[in-house]
C-alpha cells in the first residue's frame, strides 16, 4: 500500500486529486496515465534500466519518470489498490504481428473487479497502461469489440490461456494482441527475470531500439528512434526529427520526458546512439 503522501504525489503527476473508488474516477486515472505518463524504452536504450520493484516504480513515476509495462502496471496497480480497488496481477504475453499468441510472462497484466453499474453486478476490466498504443480507456472482459477514438479493440477468450481472454490490438497498429492468464499472480518479483532479461541481454531488443508511445483521447503518438508517427481519425502522419535540440524537444512537449535524472553527457550519449542507429537504419533501407 501508498502512504497517502505518495497517492497524493503519484496523482499529482496525472493531474488528480483523491476521489472514491468507482468506474468514472478508475477511467479518469487510466487516461490521464496514458496521456501523462508514456511508454517507453528510454533508460533501457541508455543503460541505466530501473528495477521493477514497486518501491522504485512508484518512484520512479513521481519524480517525472516512466518506463514500460512492469513499471507503469505495476506501479498503477498499487496506487488502484491503495484507493480501494479490487485489483489482480496476470502474467500476459504480447503477440508480435506475424508470431503466434503466447504466454510467456513478458508483459504484466491487471484487471480491476468492480460493480457495473449498468448491468447491477461486479464485472471485471482489463486496466492496462502499459502498452504504449493500446487502450484509452479500461476494458470489460466480455466478448465483444470496443471502439476508443481511431482505435477499434476485440475481447474473445483466449486460445493459449486455459480459461484466459485475449485482447485484439487493432488491425494497423504494430502488434497483434495480449493473452492474459486468469491466474492472480502475488507480486511484480514474479516477472524480474523478465525483466532482467529485457533491460540487460544483448540479445533483447529494447537496448538497441528506442521507442516512445502514448495515447491521447483522438489517437496516439510514437517516436521510434527519429520517426515520429501521429495517429488520428485522419490516419498516420510521420515525420523525421534528425535535429537533436528538436528531438530533445519533442521528447519534452509530446511525452513529459525532460529526461532530468540524465546528465548532459549522458543525453549526449543517447542522442548519439539514436542518430546513428537511425542512419544505419536507412542505409539499410537503400540496399
Known amino acids: ?19 472514491t473508488p468507482s468506474k468514472e474516477f478508475l477511467s479518469e486515472m487510466h487516461r490521464a496515465h496514458v496521456e501523462k505518463v508514456p511508454w517507453n524504452t528510454i533508460d533501457i536504450f541508455a543503460g541505466k534500466p530501473t528495477p521493477i520493484d514497486i ?16 513499471h507503469l502496471n505495476g506501479a498503477f496497480s498499487v496506487l488502484l489498490r ?13 503477440q508480435p504481428t506475424g ?7 513478458y508483459h504484466l497484466g491487471v484487471s480491476v473487479t468492480m460493480m457495473d453499474a449498468v448491468i447491477h453486478k461486479e464485472q471485471r476490466w482489463i486496466v492496462d497502461v502499459g502498452l504504449g498504443d493500446m ?27 486455459a480459461n484466459g481472454w485475449r485482447l485484439e490490438n487493432d488491425p494497423i497498429a504494430p502488434f497483434a494482441g495480449v493473452d492474459f492468464d486468469p491466474e492472480v499472480v502475488g507480486d511484480v518479483e514474479e516477472f524480474k527475470s523478465q525483466h532482467e532479461f529485457l533491460s540487460k541481454s544483448p540479445d533483447s531488443v529494447w537496448g538497441n531500439l528506442l521507442l516512445i508511445q502514448n495515447r491521447h483521447n483522438k489517437g496516439s503518438n510514437e517516436l521510434r528512434g527519429c520517426v515520429f508517427s501521429q495517429r488520428t ?30 546528465s548532459k553527457l ?17 542505409r539499410e533501407q537503400l540496399e
Not at 479500461?138 to 465483444?144: D, E, K, R, T
Open 99 to 105: 508470431k503466434e499468441p503466447r504466454m510467456d510472462s
Open 266 to 282: 549522458e543525453k549526449d550519449e543517447i542522442w548519439k546512439k539514436v542518430i546513428r542507429i537511425h542512419e544505419n537504419w536507412k
Open 55 to 70: 518501491k522504485s516504480s512508484v518512484q520512479h513515476i513521481v519524480n517525472q519518470g516512466s518506463g514500460y509495462c512492469f
Open 1 to 19: 500500500m501508498l502512504t497517502k503522501q505518495e497517492i497524493k504525489d503519484y496523482l499529482k503527476r496525472l493531474g488528480l486529486e483523491i476521489d
Open 233 to 262: 481519425v485522419d490516419g498516420i502522419q510521420k515525420s523525421e526529427i534528425t535535429n537533436k535540440f528538436m528531438w530533445f524537444e519533442l521528447v519534452a512537449d509530446v511525452f513529459g520526458e525532460k529526461l532530468d535524472r540524465y
Open 82 to 94: 491503495s484507493l480501494g480497488y479490487n485489483v489482480s496481477l496476470h502474467r500476459a504475453g504480447v
Open 135 to 161: 487502450p484509452y480507456d479500461p476494458l470489460p472482459i466480455i466478448v465483444g469489440e470496443y471502439e476508443q477514438g481511431p482505435f477499434r479493440y476485440k475481447i474473445r477468450p483466449s486460445e493459449v490461456a
